[in-house]
C-alpha cells in the first residue's frame, strides 16, 4: 500500500490518456475524455503513477452532483483503467492490479455516494468489498473477431437468419442518409410503445452527436423500404478497439418486418472494416437480451460496484455538531 502517486490529470495531459485508453486491456470509448464532454459529465481523470511517474492506471471521476460518482448518460462502463500488464506472469500481474485497486480505494475522493460500472475485463473488485462496496453482476453481449463475417453469420441463431432473409426479401435496404431528427422519431415510438419516454431530449441528443460525430465515432443505420417509410434505425459508436449498438429501435407499424435485425447485420459489417468486436451493450429487458443473444454473441460479465455513505457521513456530522447521534424523523 501507498507505493503509487495520485493525482487528477492535468487538460494538456487528455490526449495522453485517451492512447493509454486505446491501448489498455480495459479502455472503451465511453472512458475518453471527448465522451466525457459529450455527455455532458463534469470529471476528473483520477491517475495512479509509479516513482518514474510512468501512468499506470487511470479512473474517470464523474460527478452528477457534487460528492455523486454516478453514469453519465449513455455510459455502459468506466471504473479503472489499466495499463496492459499482460507481459508480466499471472501471479504478480494480478497481485499488481490488486495492490494498485486497494490504493485506487484509498484515493478516491469522499463521496456520498458511488455507483460505478466497470469494463468486462476488471475482474477483481475485491478490494473495493473490502472498504464495505456492494457489487452487482451485470452483462452485455459481445461478438469477437468479427472481421471473418461469414463466420460471424455462422453464428446466427436459425431464426435470426430467416429474419434478415426475410427483410430482404422485402425489399428492405440500409441507408445511412437520412437524419438525427429520424433517429431521434424512432427512438420516441420505441420507447413510447414502452410507457417510456427517452431519457433525454432532443437538444441534448443534438449537442451530444455533434461532438461524437466531430470525433468520427458514429454512424447511423436506418432500414427502409422501397416506398421510402422508415422501419427502423441504429445508432452506433466505436474506437479503434471496438463498436457499440448504442441506441436502436423499430417503428411499431413495422416492427414484424426484420428492419433492427438487418441495421445489426449492417453495422457489423461496418465495423468489421475497422474493430475486431461489436458490444450490443447488453440488455436486463428479457426480450432485447434474447434477439442480441441470437446473434451468437458472447456473454461477458462486468461488475457494477456501489457505496451509499451518506448514512455515515450525517451520522459523522451530527457527532461533529452535537456529540451525539441525531435521530430524524422521516
Not at 60 to 82: A, C, H, N, R
Not at 218 to 240: C, E, G, I, P, T
Request: aromatic letters at 16%.
Amino acid at each position: 500500500m501507498g507505493n503509487y502517486k495520485f493525482r487528477n490529470l492535468e487538460k494538456n495531459e487528455y490526449a495522453i490518456w485517451n492512447e493509454f485508453v486505446d491501448n489498455s486491456p480495459q479502455g472503451s470509448i465511453f472512458a475518453k475524455t471527448f465522451w466525457l464532454d459529450a455527455v455532458g459529465s463534469k470529471y476528473n481523470i483520477l491517475g495512479c503513477f509509479d516513482k518514474s511517474d510512468r501512468l499506470l492506471a487511470g479512473m474517470p471521476i464523474t460527478e452528477s452532483e457534487k460528492g455523486y460518482l454516478t453514469m453519465p448518460k449513455l455510459t455502459q462502463t468506466l471504473g479503472i483503467v489499466f495499463h496492459d500488464f499482460s507481459e508480466m506472469k499471472y501471479v504478480k500481474k494480478i497481485s499488481k492490479e490488486k495492490d494498485i485497486i486497494m490504493d485506487f480505494v484509498e484515493n478516491i475522493p469522499k463521496l456520498k455516494c458511488f455507483d460505478c460500472g466497470f469494463h468486462y475485463n476488471f475482474t477483481n473488485w475485491m478490494p473495493f468489498m473490502w472498504k464495505g462496496y456492494k457489487q452487482q453482476t451485470r452483462y452485455t453481449y459481445v461478438l469477437e473477431d468479427i472481421q471473418d463475417i461469414e463466420k460471424v453469420r455462422g453464428g446466427f441463431a436459425d431464426n435470426t437468419k430467416s429474419v434478415i432473409t426475410k427483410s430482404v426479401g422485402l425489399n428492405l435496404k440500409v441507408i445511412d442518409s437520412l437524419t438525427l431528427t429520424d433517429m431521434y422519431s424512432i427512438l420516441s415510438k420505441t420507447f413510447k410503445r414502452q410507457n417510456k419516454v427517452v431519457p433525454f431530449d432532443f437538444d441534448w441528443f443534438s449537442k451530444f452527436d455533434e461532438i461524437i460525430n466531430k470525433n468520427n465515432a458514429r454512424k447511423m443505420f436506418f432500414a427502409v423500404d422501397a416506398q421510402s417509410n422508415l422501419h427502423a434505425a441504429l445508432y452506433l459508436v466505436y474506437d479503434k478497439n471496438c463498436a457499440y449498438y448504442l441506441l436502436g429501435g423499430a417503428d411499431p407499424e413495422f416492427r414484424s418486418s426484420g428492419g433492427m435485425y438487418l441495421n445489426i447485420f449492417e453495422a457489423i459489417k461496418y465495423s468489421s472494416i475497422f474493430t475486431s468486436k461489436f458490444d450490443f451493450e447488453g440488455s436486463v429487458v428479457p426480450k432485447i437480451e434474447s434477439v442480441f443473444r441470437s446473434f451468437g454473441a458472447l456473454q461477458k460479465q462486468y461488475f457494477r460496484i456501489s457505496k451509499n455513505n451518506s448514512i455515515i457521513l450525517n451520522l459523522k456530522e451530527d457527532i461533529r455538531k452535537y456529540g451525539k447521534i441525531i435521530l430524524k424523523r422521516v
